[in-house]
């Protein structure tokens, strides 16, 4: 049999690859043919059905990442990985390419948090054994796609070589409406509630004393903190089993790491007052929501120190989107609508990245 041909592209090209499968006589394959996948394959992979619906706008109003309110998101099939990448299968993809480029920045670890002690993650976290199975921090989105392109390329290699030849797939990260619709499958498609906030309180942030996630502080307006790191259990990420998944398989989709997506980033409203407290480098208040005062996650990198940061960002100037929260962020960025904004090449110990898949038949 001929070997297929695998679209080798550069990375620049990679957002194109289904509209070239498609001219070139492939489908995408019928949802639900998970099971015939090879099991090599398959066990990281979730299915995620066709999905049409609304989300209801978010709780409290970001004065720097502004965010769309209530919108429609429709997705096709495709499958999403179980998991934030980690470490160890990062560190296959730079074995395997012997590029050193593609190293994370462990020095992010210092250069986000200027006046914490973080030395011993930046010497440990990416090389040391115990880590393995921690989600690779310190990648830009760039080096993200790449990722999803060896990916690609080994997955495709697999499908050859078993009795799926038919079959090719296309690796890359999630549009920003593929990452809500994973967010909606896995947490409101089944809801009788499904407002965020009820959803936070009852049954996302802990059930039984015992949280379900990992993420930051919340503070108040005057700046001090009514969450801190350690009260759920992480201090900083934490291995991807540290808690159980979704009811489909799906871990840490919310905090832990944000995750790059391959959609821009931009303000959809108009700038709102803001209040700079210049000492801590800090946004201490939103424009009031539901008659209540909602109120920013306490950071203490630089991103405040730019006076650029605390204006409107617009489509032309780069951004892209990380959704989901990390170990460092307030509860406010864990709902689906907002983004932290970035430039392709930013490098942080707060994001990490998740690829998903399109299946596709001759």
Known sequence: MKRPYYFKVSLKRNMKKLTLLTALGFTSIVFGQNSSLPKSIGKNWVPIPSLNFKLDGIQGNDSVNFVKACHKVKTDAFFVFNKEITNQQYREFVNASKNTSMLPDTNSWNTDFEMAYNDPMRKNYFWHPHYFDYPVVGISQTQALAY????????????????????????????????????????????????????????????????????????????????????DGGMYPVGYKKYKPTKHGIYNLLGNTAEWTSSPAYNFTDSSEVFFNKETKQVITYLKCNGKENYDTARSYEFYNNPYNLKPVYEKDGYVAAKGGSWCHSTFYLQPEVSLFCKPNEKHSYIGFRPVMTLLKK
């Open 148 to 231: 999803c392109n060896w990916l690609q390329n080994k997955l495709n290699e697999q499908l050859f070589q078993s009795k799926n030849n038919d079959y090719t797939c296309v690796v890359t990260l999630p549009t920003e409406m593929q990452w809500e619709s994973v967010y909606y499958y896995s947490y409101l498609k089944d809801e009788k509630y499904t407002h965020f906030a009820w959803l936070l309180e009852n049954k996302l942030l802990k059930t039984k004393d015992k949280y379900n996630l990992n993420y930051g502080i919340d503070i108040t307006k005057e700046g001090f903190g009514t969450f801190d790191y350690m009260k």
